[in-house]
């Protein structure tokens, strides 16, 4: 079964950058469309950005400007990297290897990410 493991969050002061990888135990990462998720504490799950197998992105309005995702297919690793961040960026980070047909979902375990203002 195919695994993603988040990496690289922390604790920053606003203003700080954070980059977060997700590494996927197969080679998952170059032929589909990738995301990243976070959850903040009482909220629902929110999509960030996402990445086609073409390298198109999109980016939730909030975050336009001040992140990025990108990947590298030969490390099977999918990036988050977070510029400038807010204490409202504070939140559980998740990637995802969106449903495809029938095949569900794939989540990473997230990682954390809180920004002190």
């Known amino acids: 079964q195919v695994q993603l493991v988040e990496s690289g969050g922390g604790l920053v002061q606003a203003g700080e950058s954070l980059r977060l990888s997700c590494v996927a135990s197969?080679?998952?990462?170059?032929?589909?469309?990738m995301a990243w998720y976070r959850q903040a504490p009482g909220k629902q799950r929110d999509l960030v950005a996402t990445?086609?197998?073409?390298?198109?992105?999109t980016y939730t309005s909030s975050v336009k400007g001040r992140f990025a995702i990108s990947r590298d297919n030969a490390k099977n690793t999918l990036y988050l990297q977070m510029n400038s961040l807010k204490p409202e960026d504070t939140a559980v980070y998740y990637c995802?290897?969106?449903?495809?047909?029938?095949?569900?979902?794939?989540w990473g375990q997230g990682t954390q990410v809180t920004v002190s203002s």
């Open positions: 990445i086609t197998s073409g390298g198109s992105t």
């Open positions: 995802q290897r969106p449903r495809i047909g029938i095949l569900s979902a794939i």
């Open positions: 197969r080679n998952i990462i170059s032929g589909n469309s």
